[in-house]
């Protein structure tokens, strides 16, 4: 159970929905990292049915004053149960039906909720802060479009069977990813220009500072987002797997293999390895090209690159490929840590 949490200066949640993983974080202590993914439940009694000791999450949902029950398999359960696995695939991931489940989720496991139906408890309802990927940020209905619906949502909410309780967020803010991950940075120099890489599983963002007399201002040309993550290298090893056998590797099963480096197929073990490291390599290359020529001539000007993003754990040649890289410590966190800083000012 997380401490009752009165203070109302430290009311904050921050949701990272990212397209790979949710990671979620508070000023109550709670943190939760999980695949962002859901199925729904199916039968209620299949529902009760799942193993408490399971690895993810059964979420029941009854959204505003009495609407439908929804039932989801959240993060891990939904990929090893769920029939109707449902990945966010869209660029535009918070228009996804599933995208409410997974927040609810997450913010659920992070936060001490009133009870439903308990009446005015004296505990605070948290600011919330989320990201969008760089470009949908900018684009004004998309991002007043989510913070509307988010300010606007309130719903019942039960993890694995516990009481339900009543999320509710006091004030809602939309953060461009990557620049969330830059408010972690620990040393930002006193002048120049420097930028932070967030290379995600489908995305990958860049935003950029000029510091001139420790005075900061955005690089608007320098943040932008790209179309490329490491959901490449799960598709890679599919066409590997489609090249060596001629049959199809279903995502969940690649998504293994790029871990394990290997697979068994009819009988015969699969070395995917010499595939996977080729296309991290490629990936490396292809990520680092595109920002590069983002930035176009202001690249040759940059004093430091912070990489963050839980892609850069899976793809060290990165460090090579920018001038002066360092990886940001917690770099998969940084944009839900970042996130949280501005939550805390929001609820201050
Ligand atoms: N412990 C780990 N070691 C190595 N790599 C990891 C680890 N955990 C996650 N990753 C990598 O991090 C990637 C996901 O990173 P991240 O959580 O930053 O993406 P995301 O925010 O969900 O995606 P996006 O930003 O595109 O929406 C995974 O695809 C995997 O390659
Ligand atoms: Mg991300």
């Not at 000791?53 to 009854?62: A, F, P, Q």
């Not at 290997?262 to 390895?273: P, T």
């Not at 840590?337 to 201050?348: C, D, N, S």
């Amino acid at each position: 159970m997380l401490a009752i949490q009165t203070n109302p200066q430290s009311a904050a949640l921050a949701i990272d929905v990212g397209f790979g993983y949710t990671k979620a974080v508070s000023l109550a202590g709670g943190k939760v990292i999980f695949p962002s993914v859901v199925a729904p439940a199916g039968s209620p009694d299949a529902f009760d049915r799942l193993d408490k000791s399971d690895t993810g999450y059964r979420v029941r949902i009854k959204k505003g004053i009495d609407g439908p029950v929804e039932e989801w398999l959240v993060g891990e359960l939904a990929l090893k149960e769920g029939r109707e696995v449902q990945y966010f695939q869209d660029w535009e991931k918070h228009s996804h039906p599933a995208h409410d489940a997974v927040l609810l989720a997450a913010a659920a496991l992070t936060w001490n909720w009133p009870r439903a139906g308990g009446g005015i408890t004296g505990i605070s309802n948290p600011a919330l802060v989320v990201g969008l990927p760089v470009d949908v940020w900018r684009d004004e209905l998309q991002r007043e479009g989510l913070k509307k619906h988010l300010e606007g949502l309130i719903a019942e909410v039960s993890v694995n069977g516990n009481g339900p309780v009543r999320v509710t967020f006091s004030r809602v803010y939309i953060y461009p990813q990557a620049a969330g991950a830059f408010l972690t940075v620990p040393d930002l120099p006193e002048s120049g220009i420097v930028a932070l890489v967030d290379v995600g599983q489908k995305t990958t963002d860049s935003a950029a500072i000029e510091i001139v007399n420790g005075r900061q201002r955005l690089v608007k040309t320098m943040c932008f987002s790209i179309n490329k993550g490491m959901a490449a290298l799960v598709e890679a090893v599919r066409e590997e797997f489609r090249r060596q056998t001629g049959a199809p590797l279903p995502p969940q099963q690649a998504w293994e293999t790029v871990k394990s480096g290997s697979l068994w197929y009819r009988g015969k073990e699969i070395d995917m390895a010499p595939a996977i490291n080729k296309a991290r390599a490629e990936i490396a290359r292809a990520i680092a090209d595109q920002v590069l020529a983002g930035w176009g001539e202001r690249a040759d000007f940059v004093r430091k690159v912070y990489l963050a993003g839980g892609g850069v754990l899976d793809l060290p040649a990165l460090q090579n490929m920018f001038p002066a890289a360092a990886v940001l410590p917690d770099p998969q966190w940084a944009n839900a840590l970042g996130f949280l800083k501005v939550a805390r000012g929001l609820a201050g």
